[in-house]
């Protein structure tokens, strides 16, 4: 069974920074795409940013663009987004999403989702 | 960007209707719309990716059609599980958007 397993998230002051992890098993990491997909409190889907699974292919929402940073490490099956000048706006539960297989880029697999809270 | 316009925003149904959710892009996506139902306090599952191609382990219950623009989701014989909120997604183009969702309440 495919798992992601997202750590990372918490408590951060506006301007700082947290760096979330997303530890996946049971398929072939290298061989598929990722995404990042945040929700904030009580509010819709967000799509954050996707990264393709060997060799550049990196996508920013504008929102985030310039802040945050995606990226794996194939060797350890793990995805990373790095956050940077936090704010207040980017409080959500941060999700995991692996790519789906001919799906070009919906996400067929999500981690349980880490929450984020900037606050002061 | 391309927009996601989902209606209703929100729909009460009985157990064996059939409930019908619509999405429309602000310009064309081919084939490349997917659902999602999302329960409170957890992840967004996917129903339906490629606009008609049903995920493994989802009901049969469950249905996509659509091309271009204009998209449908629809249950055929509502279920008491079935109560959630949906959401497309289009997955043709970044930056990838969501439509705004459409609570669905079992009477």
């Known amino acids: 069974e495919v798992q992601l397993l997202e750590s990372g998230g918490g408590l951060v002051q506006p301007g700082g920074s947290l760096r979330l992890s997303c530890a996946a098993s049971?398929?072939?990491?290298?061989?598929?795409?990722m995404g990042w997909v945040r929700q904030a409190p009580g509010e819709g889907l967000e799509w954050v940013s996707s990264?393709?699974?060997?060799?550049?292919?990196?996508y920013y929402a504008d929102s985030v663009k310039g802040r945050f940073t995606i990226s794996r490490d194939n060797s350890k099956n793990t995805l990373y987004l790095q956050m940077n000048s936090l704010r207040g706006e980017d409080t959500a539960v941060y999700y995991c999403a692996k790519v789906g297989f001919s799906s070009n880029w919906s996400f067929d697999y999500w981690g349980q989702g880490t929450l984020v809270t900037v606050s002061s | 960007d391309i927009q996601m316009t989902q209606s209703p925003s929100s729909v009460s149904a009985s157990v064996g209707d059939r409930v019908t959710i619509t999405c429309r892009a602000s310009?064309?996506?081919?084939?490349?719309l997917a659902w999602y139902q999302q329960k409170p306090g957890k992840a967004p599952k996917l129903l339906i990716y490629a606009a008609s191609s049903l995920q493994s382990g989802v009901p049969s219950r469950f249905s996509g059609s659509g091309s271009g623009t204009d998209f449908t989701l629809t249950i055929s014989s509502l279920q008491p599980d079935d109560s959630a909120t949906y959401y497309c997604?289009?997955?043709?183009?970044?930056?990838?958007?969501f439509g705004q969702g459409t609570r669905l309440e079992i009477k």
């Open positions: 990264i393709v699974g060997r060799g550049g292919g990196i």
């Open positions: 049971a398929f072939t990491f290298s061989n598929y795409a």
């Open positions: 997604q289009q997955a043709n183009t970044f930056p990838i958007t």
């Open positions: 310009q064309g996506i081919s084939i490349w």
